[in-house]
T-cell receptor, first 115, second 110 residues
Framework: DAGVTQSPTHLIKTRGQQVTLRCSPISGHKSVSWYQQVLGQGPQFIFQYYEKEERGRGNFPDRFSARQFPNYSSELNVNALLLGDSALYLC??????????????FGPGTRLTVT | KNEVEQSPQNLTAQEGEFITINCSYSVGISALHWLQQHPGGGIVSLFMLSSGKKKHGRLIATINIQEKHSSLHITASHPRDSAVYICAVNSGGSNYKLTFGKGTLLTVNP
């Protein structure tokens, strides 16, 4: 069975542009979470979606948005890119949101570079 | 002060040594995770704990809820164990927000 997949693997954008990152969860998982990891730091929580509803949002500006589709895949959008948005963007899926259902499985990440 | 603190930040060991990485947290949690991240980015979940102890191969994770502390042990360390080990906690509730420590960079020399 396939793990969590993310696309693209790498991406280079210029300041002011918009970017869309994609995530497909493990089959049967209904929750997707997005994290940003700046070089040398631990990941920071951006969003969690469960059953197509936003369940949590981290301390990120409104330039960051996300959605979850009926097949539980998810997109993360970032508008008006800044140099500081350069990071590894990680997606994680789980079948639930708490207890044993909350064990998270991470994708390989999308490396975004903003120039 | 970060909600999740790990120590040490960097650890160098010789092959075969017993390794301990520590994690302390300041909030009430419903679960604690130990994760492994290799150069290039991919994160692998090693353990999810809410109490007690778990063992998988040469890896052992323990948690003391009262003391808000967890440890990850690696027995008979090997160069392939070299990676960043990250502690993350879930404070529960209806959203599954993980709060991460900054990670411990482990280097095991042959």
């Amino acid at each position: 069975d396939a793990g969590v997949t993310q696309s693209p693997t790498h991406l280079i954008k210029t300041r002011g542009q918009q970017v869309t990152l994609r995530c497909s969860p493990i089959s049967g998982h209904k929750s997707v979470s997005w994290y940003q990891q700046v070089l040398g730091q631990g990941p920071q929580f951006i969003f969690q979606y469960y059953e197509k509803e936003e369940r949590g949002r981290g301390n990120f500006p409104d330039r960051f948005s996300a959605r979850q589709f009926p097949n539980y895949s998810s997109e993360l959008n970032v508008n008006a890119l800044l140099l500081g948005d350069s990071a590894l963007y990680l997606c994680a899926s789980s079948w639930g949101v708490s207890g044993s259902g909350g064990e998270q499985y991470f994708g390989p990440g999308t490396r975004l570079t903003v120039t | 002060k970060n909600e999740v603190e790990q120590s040490p930040q960097n650890l160098t060991a010789q092959e075969g040594e017993f390794i301990t990485i520590n994690c302390s947290y300041s909030v009430g949690i419903s679960a604690l995770h130990w994760l492994q991240q290799h150069p290039g980015g991919g994160i692998v979940s090693l353990f999810m704990l809410s109490s007690g102890k778990k063992k998988h191969g040469r890896l052992i994770a323990t948690i003391n809820i009262q003391e808000k502390h967890s440890s990850l042990h690696i027995t008979a360390s090997h160069p392939r164990d070299s990676a960043v080990y990250i502690c993350a906690v879930n404070s529960g509730g209806s959203n599954y927000k993980l709060t991460f420590g900054k990670g411990t960079l482990l280097t095991v020399n042959p």
